[in-house]
Nanobody
């Protein structure tokens, strides 16, 4: 059973940056395309970034050019560098495999506010 633990969230002013971390247990991490998701209050969870086993990436239009996803297979960790944050980026952020098929972690809260 894969366990996912997200961290790195916090309160940041508009225009600021945060780096999120997702640690995954289990050796199958390196065999899976991974994704970062977010869920804002009253909204459905949405995929914001994905990364293949080989490192190819894709992004939602709303974060393209501001967010960067990366991974370290040796450390079973996926990262999300978030720059030029906007209030509309406020949400709980989660990682999972690209299909969202593993048990969800607790997520990490990101709040963008002045």
């Amino acid at each position: 059973q894969v366990q996912l633990v997200e961290s790195g969230g916090g309160l940041v002013q508009p225009g600021g940056s945060l780096r999120l971390f997702c640690a995954a247990s289990g050796s199958i991490f390196s065999l899976n395309r991974m994704g970062w998701y977010r869920q804002a209050p009253g909204k459905q969870r949405e995929l914001v970034a994905g990364i293949t086993i080989g490192g190819s990436t894709n992004y939602a239009d709303s974060v393209k050019g501001r967010f960067t996803i990366s991974r370290d297979n040796a450390k079973n960790t996926v990262y999300l560098q978030m720059n030029f944050l906007k209030p509309e980026d406020t949400a709980v952020y989660y990682c999972n495999n690209y299909r969202g098929g593993w048990p969800w972690g607790q997520g990490t809260q990101v709040t963008v506010s002045s």
